[in-house]
Structures are given as C-alpha cells and as structure tokens.
C-alpha cells in the first residue's frame, strides 16, 4: 500500500527550516518565534494584530504575545493603536528590523533552491500545483483549522 508522507516531510521540513534560521535568530538576539513574527509582519503587513499572528502563524495567544512583546522591546516591533478601533493595536516593522527582514529572505530563497535542488522546473510547477490543489482540500475539511485567538 502507498503511503502519503506528507507528515513526514512537514515534520522535516519543520526541523531544517529551524536549524537553517537558529543561526539567524542568535545573530540578531531574538528566539525563532519572535522572528517568526517579524516576519510574518514583514510578509503580511495588513494582518498586524496579535489575532491576526496568532490565527495566520497559527500560534497560541500565550506563545503569540510572548514573541510580539520581545520584538517591541528588541526595537524590531512598534505598537499603535488602530486609528477608528483605539481597543485594537497595530503593529509594524522599524527600521531596525529590514536587515534582518533581508537576510531572511535571502536565506528562505537558498533554503527553497537547496530542497528543490534535484526537481526539474516541470517538476516544481507540478509540486506548486498540487501543493495548492491538496491545501484547498484540506481547507475545506478543516474550515475551523486556524488557531483561534
């Protein structure tokens, strides 16, 4: 019987993502969930609450505000409150956060080329095609999938 390995794979991918980012973590003084977020911010800047993070990144509120904490006091996170919704604050990038922002694109562009290193660009589109095909599925069995905040 053939198996999907499709948890195998994420668990890996999971782990090489996190040993290929810690370095970059350590260099600019933060834990991977705070840059997680950074990142996330840097990527979404229209999803900048804390439920925005927590429900997108899929992180628990607790682990969530943990890290937006760290990054506002690491100087890489501003905090305001929303202009029409003063209960809600936003959050965005400083300055101080775009090399760090960089160098984790480039990385994410060396470590993306170095998984998809034996596939032929046929082969890549095929996987992007099936890759959405399969999350739509999932999507639509698990409508609820996203972590609640």
């Known amino acids: 019987m053939r198996m999907l390995k499709l948890p195998e794979i994420g668990i890996k991918l999971v782990r090489l993502h996190d040993k290929i980012f810690a370095p970059l973590a350590k260099k600019y003084e933060i834990n991977q969930s705070t840059m997680g977020v950074i990142i996330f911010i ?77 596939m032929t660009d046929d082969e890549i589109e095929t996987y992007i095609e099936l890759s959405e095909k399969l999350l739509k599925r999932i999507n639509s069995l698990d409508p609820g999938g996203k972590q609640k905040c």
Do not use: W
């Open 42 to 118: 840097a990527d979404h800047p229209s999803m900048n609450t804390a439920r925005d993070i927590c429900r997108e990144h899929m992180l628990k509120s607790a682990i969530a505000s943990v890290a937006i904490e760290n990054a506002i006091q690491s100087g890489y996170l501003r905090r305001e409150p929303d202009k029409n919704d003063r209960r809600i604050q936003r959050l965005y990038i400083t300055k101080k956060a775009l090399p760090l922002i960089d160098e984790s694109r480039r990385r994410h562009e060396e470590f993306e080329a170095m998984i998809l290193s034996d």
